[in-house]
């Protein structure tokens, strides 16, 4: 099928395919007049490279779960493995942001305890030496 047709089955831009074509994530043959030719696969396989980025997962950690040559599908037990690493990093990912979003509600909290009268530039002062002193020491 014709990159047309597939952006259309597939949902992508054609600049999209071009770009996974170029990065090695797809293979489509050149026909004698130049225009690429692609598997019927590759609809399935532009499936699981926007399903797997929606997840996380960078175009390297794709690349090496995707089918290999003649290969028909996908290793279970490596593509398991990847899943279940990916969870990890999420979770990670997840505490960094809770610490995060904990520390901007404390600087919130002590911006908003400004004692009545206090000019900004002092309370910007305040909140600084509050968060300096909040910071673990090395």
């Known amino acids: 099928m014709k990159i047309g047709e597939l952006a259309v089955r597939s949902g992508l831009a054609a600049s999209r395919i071009r770009f996974y074509e170029a990065s090695g994530l797809i293979n489509a043959q050149r026909q004698a007049n130049g225009y690429r030719s692609y598997p019927e696969q590759a609809v399935q396989t532009l499936g699981i490279i926007s399903c797997a980025q929606q997840a996380g997962f960078s175009l390297d950690e794709i690349r090496r779960l995707l089918p290999q040559g003649d290969s028909q599908g996908l ?18 990912m997840q505490q960094r942001l809770a610490q995060n979003k904990a520390q901007l509600l404390a600087i919130i909290a002590t911006i908003e305890s400004k004692p009545e009268g206090m000019a900004c530039s002092e309370n910007a002062g305040r909140v600084l030496a509050n968060m300096r002193d909040a910071q673990p020491r090395q």
């Open 75 to 92: 290793e279970h037990d490596e593509l398991l493995a990847s899943l279940q690493r990916k969870i990890g990093e999420i979770e990670l």
